[in-house]
């Protein structure tokens, strides 16, 4: 996985056309993110459960609106997970990037947080986040999704 302090490749230059808009995220990234799938009607409903408890130090934002390369993330990355990012830039996916968030918002969220990367439970926090991503597209309650079909 690319590192997420990367230079952007030399060769790279900003686009010349003056109607393009720049990417909406293409600034760095705040102290702390969670990227979550916003097309995802069951990841939305999540994101916005953190976003009313987390530190407004912290930014909770849809992978579509993320310029991923400046990242080191892809689309694929995205689609199989949700991602915290560290104010140094460290990155985390799966469960490890909700515990990320948890640990960012007040009591009791940051145990819990803790709680889910510690001995025995970690593996089991991993396996039942990949279970609910696999199967995310058939909770309804939570919306609509419309790309959640993966």
Same mark, same amino acid.
Not at 39 to 56: M, N, P, Q, Y
């Given at each position: 996985?690319?590192?997420?302090?990367?230079?952007?490749?030399?060769?790279?230059?900003?686009?010349?056309?003056?109607?393009?808009?720049?990417?909406?995220?293409? &600034?760095?990234?705040?102290?702390?993110?969670? =990227?979550?799938?916003?097309?995802?009607?069951?990841?939305?409903?999540?994101?916005?459960?953190?976003? @009313?408890? /987390?530190?407004?130090?912290?930014?909770?934002?849809?992978? $579509? $609106?993320?310029?991923?390369?400046? =990242?080191?993330?892809?689309?694929?990355?995205?689609? &199989?997970?949700?991602?915290? /990012?560290?104010?140094?830039?460290? *990155?985390?996916?799966?469960?490890?990037? /909700?515990?990320?968030?948890?640990?960012?918002?007040? @009591?009791?969220?940051?145990?819990?947080? &803790?709680?889910?990367?510690?001995?025995?439970?970690?593996?089991?926090?991993?396996?039942?986040? *990949?279970?609910?991503?696999?199967? @995310?597209? @058939?909770?309804?309650?939570?919306?609509?999704?419309?790309?959640?079909?993966?």
């Amino acid at each position: 996985m690319p590192d997420a302090t990367a230079e952007p490749h030399p060769s790279s230059s900003p686009p010349t056309d003056a109607t393009a808009e720049p990417h909406p995220l293409s &600034r760095p990234l705040p102290a702390g993110t969670l =990227i979550y799938d916003g097309d995802c009607g069951f990841c939305t409903s999540i994101a916005r459960w953190v976003e @009313r408890r /987390i530190s407004d130090d912290y930014l909770v934002v849809p992978s $579509q $609106q993320v310029d991923l390369g400046t =990242i080191g993330l892809t689309d694929e990355d995205v689609a &199989r997970s949700a991602w915290w /990012i560290d104010p140094d830039g460290t *990155r985390s996916d799966e469960h490890r990037s /909700i515990a990320g968030a948890l640990r960012a918002m007040s @009591r009791p969220w940051p145990a819990v947080g &803790r709680l889910l990367t510690l001995g025995p439970i970690n593996p089991l926090a991993g396996w039942t986040y *990949r279970m609910i991503a696999a199967n @995310r597209y @058939r909770l309804p309650r939570f919306g609509n999704p419309r790309r959640c079909d993966r």
